[in-house]
């Protein structure tokens, strides 16, 4: 595996987790001193006086704003791929594009609580129908995400 790949858990200086950032970033951190290791993979070898760390923690807190963190996002078209993990919420297979549940020819609105990620083939069968005039029941009901769920935690 290398180094690209790997990720280090991230702390703020009260040890509640903040997430996770790559191997790279947390050397960086560590070098300036900014983040101290917590727990490290020595089994890996050793960096300059660093052995390969699982867990960094910050030296010093880290306010964090959750309104910001978890309030409604802008809507988007990746973003409601992201929250539906890029799968047809009709059939279940790998999806592309969006489809709006009750059509925008409909008076349907660009939100994240009318539109699904779709696969070709269920956005061209359903058209400009609802999913019950198509005869086509979603496997889930859209939401409206958090951005701190667009953006992976």
Known sequence: ???MARTVELWNADYQ???SITVQKAFRLLAKGKAVVELADESKGYLRQWAYPKIVRLVNYVK???KKLYGTPL???SG???RDHYKCCYCGKAAKTIDHVLPRSRGGSNDYLNTVAACFPCNNKKDSKTPKEAKMPMLWQPYVPTKAQLMGR
Request: glycine share 6%; hydrophobic share 40%; no cysteine.
């Open 75 to 77: 809507f988007s078209k």
């Open 17 to 19: 987790p903040l997430g």
């Open 64 to 66: 964090i704003n959750y």
């Open 1 to 3: 595996m290398t180094t």
């Open 80 to 82: 409601v791929l992201k």
